[in-house]
Every structure is written in C-alpha cells, then in structure tokens.
C-alpha cells in the first residue's frame, strides 16, 4: 500500500503525479510550472510588461476602477498581511481584528509586532463573526481606526460575510483591510463596491500560481497618505508603489520565476471563465468531496451554509482503528496530500478542493480514501463513539 501509485491525469496537464488537496501551495497546470522555464532580466521591457499586465488583471479581478491599483511584494501571503497592515495603519491608528480562526489571530500578533495599537472581536471557529456586534462596537469605539477581516478563514474553511461586515465599517466611517488569501479569485468580491482600502491575496492559493508574492489591491487615494507610515523598509507598500509606478520595476530583486509562472496562470484563470467559471470548478469540487465523504461517515464541521468551496475541516472519526498519521501516509502515499487540522474546538482533519483538480480528480481521491479507512480497520468514520 506503500507503492506511488499513478492517478489518472486531471482534465487539464499538470505534469504531476500528485495531487495537493491542501491549501497552497496546491496544484498547478503544466504550462504555469513550464512559464518558470525562462530566466528574465529584471530590467527587461518584457518582463516589465508582463508585470504590469499582472497588476492591471489583478485589479479588474478585484472589482477594482482607476481609483485602485496592484502593488505587488515578495513573499508569502503573511508578508503581504504584514505590509498591508504596517502600512495603512499608522502608528497613531488603533486596528480592530475580527477573528474566527489562526489568520484573524496571526493579523492580531503582525498588528502587535508592528507596535500598533489592536484589539479583536473573537467568535468560535465554526461560527462567523456577528455584524450587529461589530456595529456596537465601533459606536462606542471611537478611537479604532481600521478594521480587518478574513474572507475565508481557511482554519475551518468558513465563509464570512465580507459584504455585510464592510457595510458597518463604512456606516461607521472606519478604513477596511480584507485577508482575501484562500478566496480570491475563486469568490467573487469586489472592492469598489465593498469601499476597503486594501484586499490582500497572493499567488498560489485560487489563481494556481506558484508560491513566492502577494499582493494588495489598494484605494490609491488611501495610499497616497501612508507615506513614512511603514515599519519596515522592505514591506513598505507606500515606497513599493511609488517606485514601481516611477520606473515600472521592483525596488529589491522580484521573484522573475513566480511573476512569469504567474502570468501564465492569469491568463489560464481568464481563459477559463473567470472568478465564476473558478468558483464553479471548485464548487463542484466541495460538493463531490462533501457527498462522498459523508457516505463514506464522515462528518464536516460546518453546516453546508457556512461552508465556503475552498478547504473543508473533517471531525477526526471516532474510531480507536482511525490514527491520522497512518491515513494521511497511506494517501500521500498514493499521490493525496491532505492537510492536519488546526481547530482549537474539535480534533479534524482538513481536505483542500483548490488547485488545478476536478471532481474527477476528487472523486479518485474518495476511492483511495475507502480503500485506506477499510485497510486500516476503521469500522465507522463519525466523530461520537458508537
Ligand atoms: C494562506 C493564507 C494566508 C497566508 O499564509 P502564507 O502561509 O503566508 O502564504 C493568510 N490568510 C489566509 C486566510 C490564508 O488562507
């Protein structure tokens, strides 16, 4: 049971023989890995092109007019959060987190990091954040400034209401600051309508990019005024810009490899339908997974209302026979990489539905997954004793 198996190649050519069902880094297509293929000059007029047409894809992605732009750092997701926030918030601003899960927590350690003033509004894991809560709050809360929110927060794979959340923060005159990471491009969002001063993502979670860059879609004119507001030179997002705009370049050595992998990825996204057409795939991808799991005994940890098509959190089933490492070495060792839990309410395993896989990929996942819980004995999969 050991022996890597091959699965059948999904509908588009990724040149793996595995599958991340994580997520991200995740699966991504062949063309995207082959665009890394070529090493560019920084300088370069294409690769300054190519550049800008990312950024300017990105922002009509986001919703986005000519009153917002892209600006691009290097980095991981979190290094993106970090500039975003060291950035906007300025050292005098109070920022208010609502947090659900590890990466509300984790813009709350950045917020303390960068010796800014923060608090948090804090709801269970499976629950999301409560609007008229937040509405109290800033009443009588006149002394925050900002506010930040997670789209979806990928501990649980929960959906938050963005849309009504923002809706307080502006009613109340506040600035909004949105994690979109895990749901970017896949969800549907768009900052002009929702009014926030920056939604950050980054490159290899819903657009299948490689990892390496995030990135924030920014009001401009909120921008403008966070000059010298950073507390870190290389996370300057004001100076990013600034420069950036000037000559079109980076100011410090941009990931060459990731922005062209990228790019590739940009136009596979277009090409394929879209923020719709993506969040189709992957819905399709949630409900197969969801289907099968729970025939198989399963149980989510979100009702189906609060779940977003991105990762889903499984209960840890019950069973004595049921040892996590053994099911998730058994998987991956057919070409299934899952993703260990990180709830603090309840022992769980998470599944990723993201990634350049389809529900016959999915589907193919389930049969190696019975095939694994019988070989290991387990007798029935949900999380109470029977
Ligand atoms: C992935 C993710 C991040 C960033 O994580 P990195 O590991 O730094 O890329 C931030 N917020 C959310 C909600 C995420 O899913």
């Keep these: ?116 003033a923060a608090v948090s509004i804090e709801t269970p894991e499976n629950e999301v954040p409560d609007v008229n809560e937040l509405d109290r709050y800033l009443a009588s809360n006149a002394d925050v400034t900002h506010v930040a929110v997670v789209h979806c927060e990928t501990t649980s794979g929960i959906l938050n209401p963005v ?21 970017f491009g896949a969800l549907e969002i768009s900052v002009d309508e929702i009014g926030c001063d920056a939604l950050v993502a980054s490159s290899n979670k819903c657009i299948e990019g490689v990892p390496g860059m995030g990135y924030a879609i920014v009001r401009k004119d909120a921008l403008e005024q966070c000059a010298g507001n950073a507390h870190a030179l290389s996370l300057d997002l004001h100076d990013q810009w600034k420069a950036m ?25 277009k090409a394929q339908g879209g923020v719709a057409g993506r969040g189709a795939r992957y819905s399709e991808n949630c409900r197969v997974l969801i289907d099968g799991m729970r025939a198989l005994g399963f149980e989510t940890l979100l ?45 769980s395993f998470r599944i990723g539905c993201i990634g350049q896989i389809d529900q016959q990929d999915i589907k193919n996942a389930l049969v190696v997954i019975e095939e694994t819980i019988a070989a290991m004995g387990v007798k029935q999969c949900g999380s109470m004793a029977a």
């Design 245 to 269: 705009e000037a000559n079109g370049q980076w100011r410090f050595t941009p990931p060459t490899h990731v922005l062209a992998a990228f790019d590739q990825a940009v136009s596979e996204h």
């Design 163 to 183: 849309a009504e959340l923002a809706a307080v923060v502006s009613k109340h005159n506040r600035r909004l600051i949105v994690d979109s990471m895990s749901a």
């Design 1 to 116: 049971m050991s022996e890597v198996t091959h699965p059948p190649a999904s509908a588009v050519a990724t040149g793996n023989s595995e599958f991340l069902l994580t997520p991200g880094p995740l699966t991504t297509s062949l063309a995207t890995k082959q665009a890394m293929l070529r090493d560019w000059g920084s300088r370069d007029g294409q690769f300054i092109e190519l550049n800008a047409r990312i950024r300017r894809e990105l922002v009509a992605m986001a919703g986005g007019t000519d009153a917002h732009d892209c600006v691009p750092v290097q980095g991981s997701g979190t290094f993106a959060i970090e500039a975003t926030i060291g950035t906007f918030v300025p050292a005098d601003g109070k920022l208010l987190v609502l947090v659900n899960g590890a990466y509300g927590a984790r813009m709350m350690k950045i917020a303390q990091y960068a010796g800014r």
């Design 303 to 347: 009702p189906d209302a609060l779940q977003a098509p991105i990762i889903i959190t499984f209960k840890m089933p019950a069973d004595p026979a049921f040892d996590f490492e053994v099911f998730y070495d058994h998987l991956a060792a057919r070409g299934y990489v899952i993703y260990p839990g990180k709830l603090t309410v309840a022992p």
